[in-house]
């Protein structure tokens, strides 16, 4: 009996212990104030390596309050971050050089040139073999042939490519881009999203975004934050699948349809029939249990040609939209 | 150091790129030819020996005037343009962000005063002026530009805004100046040895440099007094950056 005991201590902590080691961002409680309002509240997360997290709110959700507090740009009010094993408040600048950063603002010298700009930064970050790291970087980018244009001269997806290169430059282990997307034309964007899920695996990557398929693309998790609270966390698979609760079901009939919303409602099982448009309609179904085959046979039997019928999961998108909903909703009932 | 370094490089090829920094070169340049010109004819005229003091001299009030031009952009343009964000994320400290800016400037500052050796050399052509005033005179300007820049980098990086930095530059260095000139009139009005007169006229820069080195004498005191002013200015703008990160 004991030494089981003694055996279950001893895998625990070796269980603690590689889970510390696999964390390249560790954060526990974190909290911001800026004088009264709360920016962020209690936070608390991580990221393990090679994972790519995708931090998804509205304005004013706090993304950007909290990567600055980690990128140590910013103290926190409370609480503790940890970055590649070092605490980013004690240990501020061996943090800071195993941090690539692209801040929300894209700050960038536009009186120098692309090169110049990253010959400055390399130099700062104290980088070997400078001329051939930017070369690397510039071409992992796409900005080759832009070395020596002012940056002033740059549209924004350019400049934005320009940031991106610069967070790269010192090989970081962890990444934190804020919005690395925003602004960007669609070729761009999917050039900015292959390029980060390629980062990905050998180094951890954050990013924060509004976009909700961003973060399904890209993100092997995600986090919903909303007024400086997580309010979701899993994997965009998993979200979907935990929150959209009850089945959605697509149905689509030859002709207007009429009379098919009452016909369905009837069925057991349905909660809710949304006309889309003319034959078109999504039905809502309690959770368990798949109602497919009765809707089928309510169609025909009622004498409606079945066009199509398919199962629909929640997109990511209503399911962000609901809980920023409910939380909204949860704080109306309490001020009441 | 090395940050420090790698900061103060980019402020001093920035200088020549900015349009102001020309601007200030040009007009401080011409400024100061015109005064040696007229200075030297005034004396050459009476039948005295033109002195390289004559040009150092109001060099001096001249400083007061475009020192904080030159320095306004050095942090409040990192604030105001977010790249601020970009420096204190990267493994650099305060401090060396601080000192890079102000040695930068001081460079720059080190090349105007360069230019006027060709005051010297006009006078070594047409006269015997005194070398122990050309070498003390430079050494005592290098310092007074060191300590007025200092003020200079202090005063932008308490705003974000040019203008505003510029005015902060102007109120110290014309405080500063101010209180000497009232130690002078006390000391007119009181007679010579009154104690308010020498307690400002130790403030200001002026006396440090127009009664010595300006005369041919190296004086530490006055040496440890234009190093104190850069220490202590440079160290309260380093408190300020790091302010800055707790708002
Ligand atoms: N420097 C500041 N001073 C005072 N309040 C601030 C400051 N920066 C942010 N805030 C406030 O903190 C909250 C969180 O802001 P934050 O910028 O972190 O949001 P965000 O999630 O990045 O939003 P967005 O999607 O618009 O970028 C907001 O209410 C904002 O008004
Ligand atoms: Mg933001």
């Known amino acids: 009996m004991k030494a089981i005991a003694v055996c279950a201590c001893y895998v625990k902590k070796n269980l603690t212990d590689n889970f510390k080691k696999d964390n390249m ?177 050998e180094r951890t990557v954050m990013l924060s975004t509004h976009i909700l398929s961003e973060a399904q693309a890209i993100c092997n998790r995600v986090l919903i934050i909303n007024k400086g609270k997580i309010l979701a966390e899993d994997t965009p698979d998993r979200l979907r699948a935990r929150l959209s609760g009850g089945d959605r079901v697509g149905v689509k009939v030859m002709g207007d349809g009429a009379g098919l919303t009452e016909a369905l409602n009837k069925v057991p099982g349905v909660t809710a029939v949304h006309p889309i448009k003319d034959g078109e309609y999504e039905i809502d179904a309690a959770p368990g249990g798949n109602i497919r085959p009765e809707i089928a046979k309510a169609v025909v039997n009622g004498g409606w040609n079945l066009m199509e019928l398919k199962a629909m999961g929640m997109s990511l998108e209503e399911i962000y939209l609901q809980l920023v909903r409910e939380e909204a909703e949860e704080e109306e009932a309490q001020n009441a | 150091m090395r940050n420090t370094w790698t900061i103060a490089k980019r402020e001093f090829v920035h200088y020549f790129v900015s349009p102001i920094a020309y601007a200030v070169a040009v007009l401080f340049l011409s400024i100061l030819g015109l005064l040696f010109v007229a200075n030297v004819n005034n004396v050459a005229q009476q039948g005295g020996s033109p002195s390289i003091s004559f040009v150092f001299g109001p060099l001096t009030t001249l400083l007061l005037f475009f020192a904080p031009v030159l320095t306004m952009r050095l942090l409040a343009d990192e604030q105001s343009k977010g790249t601020l964000e970009l420096l204190l994320t990267a493994p650099l400290q305060e401090w060396e962000l601080v000192v890079g800016k102000w040695l930068g400037a001081w460079l720059f500052g080190l090349c105007l005063l360069a230019t006027t050796t060709i005051y010297a050399v006009i006078l070594y052509a047409y006269g015997n002026p005194d070398t122990g005033v050309v070498y003390a005179g430079l050494l005592g300007l290098a310092l007074l530009i060191g300590a007025i820049l200092a003020i200079g980098v202090f005063a932008s990086s308490v705003t974000g805004n040019l203008i505003a930095s510029v005015a902060i530059g102007y109120a110290f260095v014309l405080t500063i100046w101010i209180i000497g000139f009232a130690g002078q009139v006390v000391r007119v009005l009181f007679g010579g040895n009154q104690v308010i007169a020498t307690v400002t006229e130790y403030i200001d820069f002026a006396g440090h440099f127009s009664n010595t080195f300006n005369r041919g004498i190296i004086d530490t005191t006055d040496i440890v007094y234009f190093v104190s002013v850069i220490a202590i200015t440079l160290f309260l703008a380093t408190r300020v950056v790091e302010a800055r990160r707790w708002r």
């Open chain 1, 25 to 201: 961002i560790q954060v526990e409680g974190l909290t911001k104030r800026y004088g009264s309002r709360l920016a962020i509240d209690h936070l608390t997360f991580h990221a393990d390596k090679g994972e790519i997290v995708g931090f998804l709110g509205p304005n004013g959700a706090g993304k950007t309050t909290t990567m600055r507090i980690l990128t140590g740009y910013m103290p926190a009010s409370e609480g503790k971050a940890i970055v590649a094993g070092r605490d980013v408040f004690t240990d501020s600048l061996e943090a800071r050089k195993r941090i690539g950063y692209l801040p929300e603002t894209v700050p960038l010298y536009t009186e120098m040139s692309v090169w110049q700009y990253l010959d400055f930064m390399g130099e700062l970050r104290q980088l070997p073999n400078r001329d051939d790291r930017i070369e690397e970087v510039m071409e992992s980018v796409h900005m080759t042939d832009r070395a020596d244009s002012l940056i002033s001269n740059l549209s924004k997806g350019m400049r934005q490519r320009v940031g991106l290169a610069q967070a790269l430059l010192h090989k970081p282990e962890v990444l934190i881009l804020d919005e690395p997307t925003i602004g960007l034309d669609p070729a761009q964007v999917r050039d900015v999203r292959e390029l980060i899920r390629e980062l990905g695996g």
